[in-house]
């Protein structure tokens, strides 16, 4: 069992910036791989980003690309989503994701570990 614990999540403007962490518990943290999904109001659950167990692959969605980092420390069994130049579409319930093992792609069927999410709300 993994259990995941989202924070950083708020309101702020458009342009500005937030870092969102997601805290793992129950297994060694470095065993496996994380993925950041988000949802909107009436749509679909979506893909954000992932990171390899070790951090040295990192996976993007195109509309993600250039404005947000996913990034992990290990020590901390913690990973990261930096987000920049945010935009009003950005806003949505953030969730953190895992297998506990590898990571396998983009679908949200395939990962049986969520956290609860957090909101973030991006003004105009």
Not at 54 to 80: C, E, L, P
Not at 105 to 119: D, I, K, N
């Amino acid at each position: 069992q993994v259990q995941l614990v989202e924070s950083g999540g708020g309101l702020v403007q458009a342009g500005g910036s937030l870092r969102l962490s997601c805290a793992a518990s129950g297994r060694t943290f470095s065993t496996y791989a994380m993925s950041w999904f988000r949802q909107a109001p009436g749509k679909e659950r979506e893909f954000v980003a992932a990171i390899e167990r070790n951090g040295g692959s990192t996976y993007y969605a195109d509309s993600m690309k250039g404005r947000f980092t996913i990034s992990r420390d290990n020590a901390k069994s913690t990973v990261y989503l930096q987000m920049n130049s945010l935009k009003p579409e950005d806003t949505a319930v953030y969730y953190c994701a895992t297998t506990g093992t590898y990571y396998p792609g983009r679908s949200t069927g395939l990962y049986p570990y969520w956290g609860q999410g957090t909101q973030v709300t991006v003004s105009s």
